[in-house]
């Protein structure tokens, strides 16, 4: 029963931190661009993602005549049921879930997402939003490996599958220090996963009118919304507890959490969208190979260190 509490308010606390996240977004980007951003809703626009939310989900939902009616509705509940899943697997101080495996279940969930935003672009039967959904698609599933590689160094050096273990090994040098290439392009490639700027191929308005989710509309439109954005808050989390001390007992955690999610948003304010063949270029010809090649190099320095201890 405590398991089911807890995880009930760890899903609304990502809920409202996403809530708060998208009014981080704007007022940010309203700075970069010289404005204002929202101000009017509450103390300072405070009040502004309760109202876009009681907008979007108090709009009438349109139907497009010729789609696949049950795969179309029910896709963006399960993309931000998977955003939500993801979570369980956070490190906690009352240890929720402890995962031992915690690492094999973000890579399994998190790949999973990938269907849900075919099924999107595939079931609305419109040509805009089947383009869309394969650029997404194409997108996600190239970075993922480059994704699993880095994952995997990180892993051997740990010999671990826990995401707590994590924090141990970094209580004397955080591993940005050791696997500071590693950790840019894990950041890259995070950014690439969660369909940002300059990679947000899946909803290029200027080439795509708005990519999978053309389609959807008020409560459609704002779930694949929260789901974007509990994505970007998780891979956060995981950019911290894989190189950033990962001491999720500390409050300091919580810091360096909101400034890698406003690292995200600083980057949407700075970077142009990239080209698509430079994107599929990047991830296969340039991160697969220098992941691999680390990879080879964290194994062969683990073996030689098995070596002189036996």
Not at 154 to 182: A, E, G, H
Not at 204 to 214: A, D, W
Request: proline content about 3%; some cysteine; charged content about 10%.
């Amino acid at each position: 029963m405590l398991m089911m509490i807890s995880s009930l308010i760890l899903v609304v606390c990502v809920l409202v931190g996403v809530a708060f996240m998208v009014l981080l977004e704007r007022k940010v980007l309203g700075y970069i661009q010289i404005r204002k951003g929202p101000n009017k809703l509450g103390f300072m626009g405070l009040l502004q993602p309760f109202s876009d939310a009681i907008k979007l989900f108090s709009k009438e939902s349109a139907y497009p005549l010729m789609s696949n009616f049950n795969f179309y509705y029910f896709s963006p509940v399960l993309n931000l049921f998977f955003s939500l899943l993801l979570w369980l697997c956070m490190p906690f101080f009352s240890v929720l879930y402890s995962f031992n495996f915690g690492m094999l279940f973000f890579l399994c969930v998190s790949s999973l997402s990938v269907y849900t935003i075919m099924i999107s672009g595939w079931s609305s039967n419109s040509n805009y939003s089947l383009l869309g959904g394969l650029r997404a698609v194409a997108q996600t599933i190239s970075y993922e490996v480059s994704l699993s590689l880095i994952l995997l160094s990180f892993l051997f050096l740990i010999l671990s599958l826990n995401i707590m273990d994590l924090m141990f090994y970094q209580i004397n040098l955080w591993f940005i220090f050791l696997f500071f290439p590693l950790s840019m392009i894990w950041v890259v490639s995070s950014l690439a996963e969660t369909n940002r700027t300059p990679f947000d191929f899946a909803e290029g308005e200027s080439e795509l009118v708005s990519g999978f989710n053309v389609e959807y509309s008020s409560g459609g439109f704002a779930l694949i919304f929260l789901a974007e954005y509990a994505s970007i808050l998780f891979m956060s989390m995981m950019c911290v507890m894989l190189f950033l001390g990962g001491n999720f007992l500390s409050i300091m955690f919580f810091f360096k959490l909101g400034f890698m999610s406003f690292f995200w948003i600083w980057v949407r304010g700075t970077l142009p969208r990239f080209r698509y063949d430079k994107l599929m270029y990047l991830a296969w010809k340039s991160f697969l190979s220098v992941s691999l090649n680390f990879l080879f190099l964290f194994m062969g320095l683990k073996l030689m260190i098995l070596v002189l201890l036996i």
